[in-house]
């Protein structure tokens, strides 16, 4: 038994992408053990109203920062093809080009969301309009950052990657539990999102200032602007889908079913971990290898076995032992309404983490009208909540609903796009 472990463990290794894979998966998962306890530490160590607060903010922060995960993905994309074609001179150029852009971009996103602040402090019913301008200052690096992460992707430098992915969630928590240690309160849950960016900014342009200067050369970015138009509508629609529900609870809810769904939240997230370090491996592999007319479908197989294996454990772990977990969050008896809702939100999150496989996946092909679908979904699930909001139970059955029509769909569309496929090959060979 224990020599068949080892042979699996040889074979799964010797796969490049098994191997990087779960390398990226380690990390995520890293990164989102860290994130929990976050989540953890500010759930325990703020009352509910607070934590409610809390988690409508960085919610809401990740729904307007969504532009920086286009600008990770984008990079990655180009990058991976510059580096595929030997052509490091323009991979030199499209960083250090795109990094004062994004630079630029995210001090305009800072004094754009500063304006808003106001209306935001309203619409959740804040009573203070420095807690979002707080947070949203985090905006000035928040694209320059993944910039970096996306050129370090497409160069397939897993460990600079992963490490610093890891360590900017780190000290995210360290920094928040010292300073509401010392009194500062929300003020220190929110604070610590920009020093984490300004920290992590510097070590990833160390990891980067060597590429070449680029002088002298310009990249072909042919359909550049209609790809990220729309992978920006992908994961936009992507991150609403598992991000606004929090957002509508705390305007629709009262402060206590709020904070519960708060827990529930933060604890169901878990799931997204594992495919977002999975993606990070397939993405440049999959991208690299259509760009060299090889096959690309193993990859993304087995990238959706790892995703299924990993999250479904978790979601199991969560339906034998949810009141566990929710104690484990806040303490014994602080979240009494989070326990029975844990199994469907989670399976819901599953739903859309193999769905987040498959949408990268067809953007690595530049296949990018699957952005269409997700828009979609997340305009209907946006709708029933607006309509369905009584209490958590409706809401997170709005999740559940929303998610398994997003997978079923995205099915759906894979199947059309193989039957299309085929019917190209076998014409091109017909007319030979």
């Given at each position: 038994m224990?020599h068949k472990a080892?042979l699996?463990?040889q074979?799964?290794?010797s ?18 053990v860290?994130?929990?306890l976050?989540?953890?530490a ?7 109203a607070?934590?409610?607060i809390l988690?409508s903010?960085t919610n ?6 969504v532009f ?11 990058i991976?093809?510059?580096k595929?074609m030997?052509n490091?001179d323009?991979?030199g150029y499209l ?12 001090v305009a996103?800072f004094l754009?969301?500063?304006f808003?602040s106001?209306?935001v ?5 804040l009573?203070?309009i420095?807690?979002p301008?707080?947070l949203f200052s ?5 694209f320059a ?9 497409g ?10 992915y ?16 010392l009194g500062l309160?929300?003020y220190?849950g ?7 960016n300004?920290?992590v ?8 200032k060597?590429l070449p200067s680029?002088?002298?050369?310009k990249a ?5 602007r ?5 992978f ?6 992507h991150?609403?889908l598992?991000n606004?529900d ?5 305007h629709?809810?009262d ?8 827990a ?9 971990f594992a495919p ?5 491996a397939m993405f440049?592999?999959t991208?690299g290898?259509h760009?060299?007319g090889k096959t690309?479908?193993p ?5 959706v076995?790892l995703t299924t294996i990993v ?8 339906w034998?032992?949810?009141?566990f ?7 014994t008896?602080?979240?009494t309404?989070a326990?029975p809702y844990l199994?469907?939100?989670?399976l819901?999150i599953?739903?859309f ?5 498959f949408?990268n ?12 679908i997700?828009?979609?979904?997340a305009f209907?699930?946006?709708l029933?909540i607006?309509?369905f909001h009584?209490?958590i139970g409706?809401?997170?059955?709005v999740?559940?609903i929303?998610g398994a029509f997003?997978l079923f ?11 299309s496929v085929?019917?190209k090959t ?6 030979e």
């Amino acid at each position: 038994m224990f020599h068949k472990a080892i042979l699996l463990w040889q074979k799964v290794t010797s796969d490049d992408m098994a191997r990087h894979g779960l390398m990226m998966a380690g990390f995520t998962f890293a990164h989102g053990v860290f994130s929990y306890l976050y989540q953890l530490a500010m759930g325990r160590m703020l009352q509910p109203a607070d934590f409610g607060i809390l988690l409508s903010l960085t919610n809401l922060y990740l729904i307007v920062s969504v532009f920086s995960l286009t600008v990770r993905t984008a990079m990655t994309k180009y990058i991976s093809k510059y580096k595929a074609m030997g052509n490091m001179d323009v991979v030199g150029y499209l960083w250090r080009v795109y990094f004062k852009r994004t630079l630029i971009l995210g001090v305009a996103a800072f004094l754009i969301a500063g304006f808003v602040s106001p209306a935001v402090s309203g619409f959740l019913r804040l009573g203070n309009i420095w807690y979002p301008i707080v947070l949203f200052s985090t905006l000035i690096f928040s694209f320059a950052v993944p910039l970096n992460w996306g050129t370090l992707n497409g160069l397939q430098r897993f460990i600079p990657l992963g490490w610093t992915y890891v360590f900017w969630v780190f000290l995210r928590l360290v920094l928040a539990v010292v300073l509401i240690k010392l009194g500062l309160g929300l003020y220190g849950g929110l604070a610590p999102y920009i020093i984490a960016n300004v920290v992590v900014l510097a070590i990833t342009y160390y990891y980067l200032k060597s590429l070449p200067s680029g002088r002298g050369f310009k990249a072909d970015v042919m359909g550049i602007r209609s790809y990220v138009s729309l992978f920006f509508v992908a994961i936009f629609s992507h991150t609403l889908l598992i991000n606004v529900d929090i957002v509508l609870v705390r305007h629709f809810l009262d402060e206590v079913q709020a904070g519960n769904y708060a827990a529930i939240s933060t604890l169901g997230k878990v799931v997204m971990f594992a495919p977002v370090g999975i993606v990070l491996a397939m993405f440049p592999k999959t991208s690299g290898l259509h760009e060299s007319g090889k096959t690309h479908r193993p990859v993304l197989l087995k990238s959706v076995l790892l995703t299924t294996i990993v999250t479904g454990a978790i979601v199991v772990i969560y339906w034998a032992f949810p009141n566990f977990f929710v104690d484990l969050l806040g303490g014994t008896g602080k979240y009494t309404l989070a326990a029975p809702y844990l199994f469907k939100y989670s399976l819901a999150i599953l739903f859309f983490a193999v769905s987040y496989i498959f949408m990268n996946y067809f953007f690595s092909l530049n296949y990018i009208k699957v952005a269409y679908i997700f828009a979609g979904v997340a305009f209907l699930q946006v709708l029933l909540i607006v309509y369905f909001h009584s209490d958590i139970g409706q809401i997170v059955n709005v999740m559940l609903i929303s998610g398994a029509f997003c997978l079923f769909a995205t099915l759906l569309f894979y199947q059309w796009w193989q039957r299309s496929v085929r019917m190209k090959t076998q014409k091109v060979l017909e007319s030979e």
